[in-house]
């Protein structure tokens, strides 16, 4: 049969043609619309995150409530756990640079040794977006902004707390020291505020401080040194819930009573370390946020969009006594 412009097979053919060219074209749009990153001809947010790892009750929340926020927020999230190694943090930054996803957002193992990759990310014209945990790089162009806590604060309202409770003590007080990952920007942070605090008392002395690394077993472990080392300790400081709960073992083996013999103050707040405070094993805790995730798309999509975010966004915290943990225990959401 022969194909005129009126007949049916030609009108047929030029529909399917001009539905095509449509299609191509809007893809094409969608694709300049969302910068180079976007893969796929969808307008979704590629988010690259490079998480520290497992090593805590907060990290955990940390990690569930950046997953749970993505999903909610449409953006696409690829997600790399570095079990706590810088090496490892600094592959998967490299690997999303070259998947060229939109923005990558990274909470650092440790504070420095991260210019190069930085520098190698804002060459590709990848907006890098700090959560949690802060670098000490001096050229603050390489990132564009930092999400999370004042861990200095933390380790002062641990302080304080403590110099107003022992401010009768007539003679030495003896504390212990449960660090986290050496070199990390909470560690270094909560020590700094801490030891600045209990300044104002010279009763109140640390007498041992050790690295735990933020873990249960870790605090265990050193804390059994502490004991065995120390004939008397009156408190234990630990830099997260996770060693302290740790700690909880070592002193009860030890035949002491936590929170009796002992004063326990920890940093965080999550679930387990709340109920040891309203058990009463705990004596005081300064909380850290780990509920991140929302505050991190709203910032992704700003920096992909090119929009002006502030240099540092601080996360709104409390602190808790035994009789608050009561209270505040069966509302906690991690
Ligand atoms: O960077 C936040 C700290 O890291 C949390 O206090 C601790 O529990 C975690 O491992």
Not at 157 to 177: R, T
Not at 249 to 262: F, H, L, N, R, S
């Amino acid at each position: 049969m022969k194909r005129t412009r009126n007949s049916l097979p030609f009108r047929k053919a030029a529909a399917v043609l001009t539905a095509a060219l449509l299609a191509t074209g809007m893809a094409a749009c969608g694709n300049s619309d969302t910068g180079g990153g976007s893969a796929g001809g969808d307008d979704k947010l590629v988010l690259g995150f490079s998480q520290v790892g497992a090593e805590s009750g907060w990290r955990t929340a940390n990690t569930t409530s950046i997953k749970e926020s993505a999903a909610e927020a449409g953006v696409e999230l690829k997600f790399d756990d570095a079990q706590q190694k810088q090496e490892n943090q600094i592959k998967a930054i490299r690997n999303f640079i070259q998947q060229k996803v939109d923005v990558i957002a990274f909470s650092p193992v440790v504070e420095s040794g991260w210019d190069t990759v930085l520098k190698e990310a804002k060459d590709a014209k990848i907006p890098v977006i700090l959560t949690d945990r802060a670098v000490d790089s001096a050229d603050k162009s390489l990132y564009k902004t930092f999400l999370g806590s004042d861990f200095k604060k933390e380790g002062r309202l641990a302080g304080e707390w403590l110099v107003e409770q022992k401010k009768s003590a007539s003679g030495p007080v003896n504390i212990v020291e449960l660090q986290g990952t050496t070199g990390s920007a909470p560690a270094n942070d909560r020590k700094e505020g801490f030891a600045a605090a209990i300044a104002a008392n010279p009763n109140l002395k640390i007498v041992a401080s050790q690295s735990g690394d933020f873990t249960r077993a870790g605090g265990k472990q050193v804390m059994e040194q502490f004991l065995k080392a120390n004939p008397k300790i009156d408190v234990l400081f630990a830099h997260n819930d996770d060693m302290g709960l740790g700690a909880l073992e070592a002193i009860t083996a030890a035949g002491k009573v936590p929170g009796k013999d002992i004063t326990i103050i920890t940093i965080d707040a999550v679930k387990d370390g709340m109920q040891a405070l309203a058990d009463g094993k705990f004596n005081f805790i300064a909380e850290c946020s780990p509920l991140l995730g929302p505050q991190l798309m709203e910032l992704a999509k700003k920096v992909h969009k090119g929009e002006e975010v502030p240099a540092r966004i601080e996360t709104e915290e409390t602190t808790f006594t035994q009789e608050q943990a009561k209270e505040a225990l069966p509302n906690r959401k991690y």
